[in-house]
């Protein structure tokens, strides 16, 4: 079988992490209306009465189940209509504290925002609500809009640990509090782990008790463990006079000073070490001498030297420091493990791992073997001064880093020894880390790079995240891949490669059909490239913006056999991921196909068709009374979208038109070296895309065109409200104050579209719409106090008025710009749907087509034909309304 797919553009708009997953139920819908009821899993939402912002159907029973997965459901109605009784006994909206109607009634809500008793904002005290809708069968009005979203708090949730904070006891050391936390549990939860520490995440600047995350903690001594990590570019230093403490930390060392025992005899005791340490900690100092550098700088003493060679000889006085710091050092001099036995100074050290490190202090063996324990097994041979050697368990050679054999520290001083050609990295000693062209870590076997011998040293030792799953590898062909669980949140730091080809006649067109990922382009993108891997050449980016839609990048294809797409994402926010679709397709030469709301368009060169055994007149459609029209090079069919048996349905809340293409065989002879043509055609209202992409697809025994295309718009002044008489006057003149009516429609009707009044804005010029802008309308919010609209979101044509007014310091005419919207008529979650939009990001709903059309020029008429012609008008009117 042949198959013929044709691509048309529209906008689809996704929800960030936390929009609405939302679901209706067959069950729940009632009187034709399918917003009757429905499940929402997201973090935030909105729904409508039926038929909303019209009537609600009478004897309605609608039931909403609102089911995070954590959190507390904060539910709201800033839009309330429905009949009004005291006890709500008519016409109600019913809301429960749990996954049902028979979990307890929070409250009933009846009658408008200002005439209700009852509260119109309920808060759960789990993670779900239930929200019941019933009318009668007498009165029924606009009905309601509701708007949820989930709230982590601690309210009744003490003890509780939500997605990104907690009520639990610890979070005041962990710095992750719910922001009311204070307010509902800090005095009823339990105390936290004695283990636990304070943490300056979230609490940069404040004072914790026993710790601090204000930048005076650092001259303190009593800054919060990971105050470096999260507050030190953000805390203000403070003065020159601050100085470091001993405080919470006795025995370590401050950088210029120290708090430990020692500091007394080197003479770099912090300023409070007697007030706060001296009972914990014991004397360190020669058993015989106690000298001090005080009035004798550069002498010697005897055990002790108050010389600057002291410092390299390790026998300076304990208040060398303080007194003789600007002496200066013997160039030649070496650090000694001389009372220093235990300790690193710097280049070199005196503690026993120096004889594993590399890094002994010359006299280490005459001073300190004795004193100084072995270290453990573990302790590791360094490749200091031994680059070329093998160290027994491991080596310092080159061809280590092919042997996984390398001391821990090789690439630190070896890394310039040339490795051999042919060797091959092993995970041996290396399981859990990357070592360039292939890895040793578990998500190697997810990202295709294992080392050759993994299996053999690391498949027990590594573990496969708990939330990952298999992303990337090698596809063919045609078909559809996406992010990891998708349709569920994707994990961190994931790192997708998929390699798609196609035979090596053939091409690869790519098109995301759902795109979900954290509102920034540096955090989680798609990117994708012309060729088999990562470093050919870059086509483009695939991600999320709020303020640059490079959403609009989703259709790719190559200029060969292959094509290469990377899935990264960071540690921080996720979202649901997306899903592609690849089909292989032939070169552009062979054909193109393009369709709009009007026509489909089908070109095929005659050279392709020849080279399967064909001719153009053999080829027909599903009606086989669509016939092409053939010439010398091409084979073309022409007709308007709805005709020649063309099927339309809904897929994934795009429109599609679908259609087969075949060809008559040859009957004479006894034989036939005839392929079997058989192409189905479709024409599908893709994302986001203005420019017609062409190709034509084969799979194995069947082929496709792809192509792109937009709905047609119109938009015209009518003389009155009732839009039965078309303006056809241009320009049109008019008078000052008029009002005008205006009407935008599919110029071909479609009851399962509604069109959508997004933005329209009027201009002087019908060329420049930025210069001087004045809006009527904008994201579906009015700007001028005339601007009305009769019909928005609910059929395939908009309707609106306003009054006509001119633009000072311009000429006389006004052109008005409309940008509309497109939607599926079925889908009440649609941004048609939603009304006035005043968040200035933007909107990730149901995914529609936008058009923008320009209108005019209106003119203002000449004074002395204003009298007359307003007259007429009058006269004109009621006709108008008699026909």
């Known amino acids: 079988m042949w198959t013929l797919l044709v691509l048309c553009s529209a906008i689809a708009l996704d929800g960030v992490q936390g929009a609405d997953r939302f679901q209706t139920s067959g069950e729940m819908t009632t009187h034709g209306f399918p917003d009757c009821g429905g499940q929402f899993y997201g973090r935030t939402g909105v729904f409508n009465s039926p038929n909303y912002p019209n009537q609600y159907p009478p004897n309605s029973d609608c039931i909403w189940y609102i089911t995070p997965r954590s959190g507390i459901v904060q539910l709201a109605f800033p839009i309330l209509n429905i009949e009004f009784h005291q006890t709500c006994a008519y016409d109600a909206i019913y809301v429960h504290d749990g996954s049902s109607t028979s979990s307890r009634l929070l409250g009933k809500v009846c009658g408008t925002n200002s005439t209700t008793f009852n509260s119109t904002t309920f808060n759960s005290t789990g993670t779900s609500l239930t929200v019941r809708f019933k009318s009668d069968g007498i009165t029924s009005l606009s009905g309601f809009r509701a708007e949820y979203q989930v709230m982590a708090s601690c309210r009744y949730n003490c003890g509780y640990q939500f997605e990104n904070c907690s009520c639990s006891s610890s979070c005041g050391y962990r710095g992750n509090c719910c922001p009311d936390y204070r307010d509902y549990c800090s005095a009823t939860s339990a105390p936290a782990?004695?283990?636990?520490?304070?943490?300056?995440?979230?609490?940069?600047?404040?004072?914790?008790?026993?710790?601090?995350?204000?930048?005076?903690?650092?001259?303190?001594?009593?800054?919060?463990?990971?105050?470096?990590?999260?507050?030190?570019?953000?805390?203000?230093?403070?003065?020159?006079?601050?100085?470091?403490?001993?405080?919470?930390?006795?025995?370590?060392?401050?950088?210029?000073?120290?708090?430990?025992?020692?500091?007394?005899?080197?003479?770099?005791?912090?300023?409070?070490?007697?007030?706060?340490?001296?009972?914990?900690?014991?004397?360190?100092?020669?058993?015989?001498?106690?000298?001090?550098?005080?009035?004798?700088?550069?002498?010697?003493?005897?055990?002790?030297?108050?010389?600057?060679?002291?410092?390299?000889?390790?026998?300076?006085?304990?208040?060398?420091?303080?007194?003789?710091?600007t002496t200066a050092p013997t160039t030649t001099a070496q650090p000694s493990c001389r009372y220093n036995c235990g300790r690193h100074l710097g280049s070199c050290s005196c503690s026993s791992s120096c004889r594993y490190q590399g890094n002994c202090c010359h006299d280490y063996n005459y001073f300190c073997p004795t004193s100084t324990q072995r270290p453990s097994v573990t302790a590791r041979p360094s490749c200091y001064s031994n680059c070329g050697g093998h160290m027994g368990s491991c080596s310092c050679s080159s061809s280590c880093q092919y042997y996984g054999t390398c001391c821990y520290d090789y690439h630190s001083y070896c890394q310039t020894t040339a490795p051999p050609t042919t060797a091959q990295p092993s995970c041996r000693y290396n399981c859990g880390r990357h070592l360039g062209s292939c890895s040793c870590s578990s998500s190697c076997r997810y990202n295709g790079n294992c080392c050759h011998d993994f299996y053999s040293y690391c498949q027990a030792t590594t573990d496969m995240p708990a939330t990952a799953r298999p992303c990337g590898g090698s596809l063919f062909g045609s078909g559809n891949f996406s992010s990891p669980n998708h349709p569920n949140h994707y994990y961190d730091n994931a790192y997708c490669v998929w390699q798609l080809r196609a035979t090596y006649d053939q091409r690869i067109f790519l098109s995301f059909t759902d795109l979900q990922l954290e509102n920034c382009c540096s955090c989680d993108y798609i990117a994708v490239y012309d060729g088999p891997s990562v470093s050919s050449r870059y086509l483009g980016k695939v991600c999320n913006n709020n303020n640059n839609n490079n959403n609009s990048l989703s259709t790719f294809y190559s200029t060969s056999n292959y094509l290469t797409v990377l899935f990264r994402t960071d540690s921080s926010a996720v979202g649901r991921g997306f899903n592609a679709d690849f089909i292989s397709s032939l070169p552009p030469s062979s054909g193109r196909v393009?369709?709009?709301?009007?026509?489909?368009?089908?070109?095929?060169?005659?050279?392709?068709?020849?080279?399967?055994?064909?001719?153009?007149?053999?080829?027909?459609?599903?009606?086989?009374?669509?016939?092409?029209?053939?010439?010398?090079?091409?084979?073309?069919?022409?007709?308007?979208?709805?005709?020649?048996?063309?099927?339309?349905?809904?897929?994934?809340?795009?429109?599609?038109?679908?259609?087969?293409?075949?060809?008559?065989?040859?009957?004479?002879?006894?034989?036939?070296?005839?392929?079997?043509?058989?192409?189905?055609?479709?024409?599908?209202?893709?994302?986001?895309?203005?420019?017609?992409?062409?190709?034509?697809?084969?799979?194995?025994?069947?082929?496709?065109?792809?192509?792109?295309?937009r709905f047609n718009t119109s938009m015209d002044f009518y003389t009155s409200s009732s839009f039965h008489y078309k303006v056809t006057q241009v320009p049109y003149e008019v008078t000052l104050n008029q009002n005008l009516y205006v009407q935008v429609d599919l110029r071909r009707g479609d009851s399962s579209l509604v069109l959508y009044l997004d933005t329209c804005v009027t201009s002087p010029s019908p060329h420049d719409f930025q210069t001087r802008p004045y809006y009527l309308v904008r994201n579906g919010c009015p700007v001028d106090n005339s601007y009305q609209a009769y019909i928005t979101g609910s059929r395939a044509y908009g309707r609106f008025t306003f009054k006509a007014f001119q633009f000072l310091r311009a000429t006389e005419s006004v052109y008005i710009q409309c940008k509309v919207l497109i939607c599926q008529a079925s889908d009440y979650n649609s941004r048609c749907r939603r009304g006035c939009y005043k968040r200035a990001a933007r909107d990730l709903g149901s995914e529609h087509d936008s058009q923008t059309l320009v209108l005019g020029p209106i003119k203002l008429k000449d004074p002395e034909k204003k009298e007359e012609e307003t007259h007429e008008s009058q006269e004109e009117t009621p006709k108008q309304s008699q026909a």
């Open 193 to 325: 782990p004695t283990t636990a520490q304070p943490s300056c995440r979230y609490n940069c600047g404040w004072h914790l008790g026993s710790c601090s995350c204000s930048s005076s903690c650092r001259y303190q001594g009593n800054c919060c463990h990971d105050y470096n990590y999260f507050c030190p570019t953000s805390t203000q230093r403070p003065s020159v006079t601050a100085r470091p403490s001993c405080y919470s930390n006795c025995g370590g060392h401050m950088g210029s000073c120290s708090c430990s025992s020692s500091c007394q005899y080197y003479g770099t005791c912090c300023y409070d070490y007697h007030s706060t340490c001296q009972p914990t900690t014991l004397p360190v100092r020669p058993t015989t001498d106690w000298y001090s550098c005080r009035n004798k700088c550069g002498s010697f003493l005897g055990s002790c030297s108050c010389s600057s060679s002291c410092r390299y000889q390790g026998n300076c006085c304990y208040d060398y420091n303080s007194y003789c710091p």
């Open 594 to 709: 393009d369709c709009s709301s009007d026509n489909m368009n089908i070109v095929i060169q005659r050279t392709y068709l020849n080279s399967l055994g064909y001719d153009g007149q053999s080829l027909y459609l599903n009606d086989p009374h669509c016939r092409p029209q053939v010439s010398r090079f091409q084979v073309v069919f022409n007709f308007p979208i709805n005709t020649c048996g063309n099927v339309r349905k809904f897929e994934n809340g795009r429109v599609v038109y679908t259609n087969t293409l075949r060809a008559y065989t040859s009957s004479s002879g006894e034989i036939t070296r005839q392929s079997h043509l058989k192409m189905s055609v479709g024409c599908r209202m893709d994302q986001d895309s203005v420019a017609q992409i062409l190709y034509i697809v084969r799979h194995h025994d069947n082929s496709s065109i792809t192509g792109t295309g």
